[in-house]
């Protein structure tokens, strides 16, 4: 646990990233190697010109980078961990079934049925 505190620290430190809480989810998911060759690959990122945002509009951070690289290479299972908000909803029905509406499933039965 101390090795990936460690790790989590370095990464953060080297970034500029205040969302600790994040990297350390990312580092226990994935582990402490493949957050550091994203680590490495963001540095390199930054080094060749960076990234912009989604809108163009102004450049990524450093940290911004690495969980942009992350987010899109990792199994989605994972993601889903990492970034809860980002799992697929699986859809409700548009409201609960009622008993009313039962005969638009089955047609109802005769009331007057002769004995077998």
Sequence with gaps: MAELTVIVAEIAS???????????????????DAALAFLVEALTTEAAGGLLTSEGACQRTPGGVFF??????????????????????????????????????SPPCSQEQEPP
């Design 14 to 32: 080297t970034l500029g990233e205040p969302n600790i809480a994040l990297i350390q989810r990312l580092v226990a998911r994935i582990g402490p």
């Design 68 to 105: 942009y690289l992350m987010r899109g290479r990792i199994d989605p299972r994972d993601r889903w961990r990492i970034w809860p908000q980002d799992r697929p909803q699986t859809e409700q029905p548009s409201e609960p079934f009622k008993w009313e509406d039962a005969s638009l499933i």
